[in-house]
């Protein structure tokens, strides 16, 4: 794999620089829509990416019509230069998964963990007791 700034690969998630436009001249997608490079140029004298944005729609785009939308995160201002733009306020589900999902403040002591582990026994030795129906 290479390191240098300008390759692209396919996978890639990528912002058009430019208004992507369909048939007819028709106005698909505006300036800075983002999609996923499917197709790399095969050649030097190849110079098309094939882009695929959400919508399924593929466009073809010239490396300097798209930008990679990591760099192109990383251009942006700090959230503090925008004042009263607090994105925070905006997320309407946010779910933590792994060990620390319940973070520090939830601890989960040895004891609490066998009086759980007894009480789930409890119940599953009530279920498999119980009458059949």
């Known amino acids: 794999m290479s390191h240098q700034p300008n390759n692209v690969f396919a996978g890639t998630q990528v912002v058009s620089l430019v208004e992507v436009r369909g048939t007819n ?7 800075g829509a983002v999609g996923v490079v499917t197709r790399t140029p095969a050649s030097e004298a190849e110079k098309l990416y094939l882009v695929r944005f959400p919508d399924g729609f593929e466009g073809s785009l010239t490396r300097d019509q798209l930008d990679v939308l990591k760099h192109f995160k990383d251009r942006l201002p700090a959230s503090d230069a925008t004042p009263g733009l607090e994105l925070e306020q905006l997320i ?5 998964v792994g060990s620390r999902a319940y ?5 989960v002591t040895p004891k609490a963990q066998l009086v759980a582990i007894g009480r789930a026994k409890q119940l599953l030795d009530e279920d498999f007791n119980s009458p059949a129906l």
């Open 25 to 31: 001249n028709s106005l698909v997608h505006p300036r």
């Open 92 to 96: 309407i589900y946010r779910c933590v």
């Open 103 to 107: 973070g520090p403040q939830f601890t």
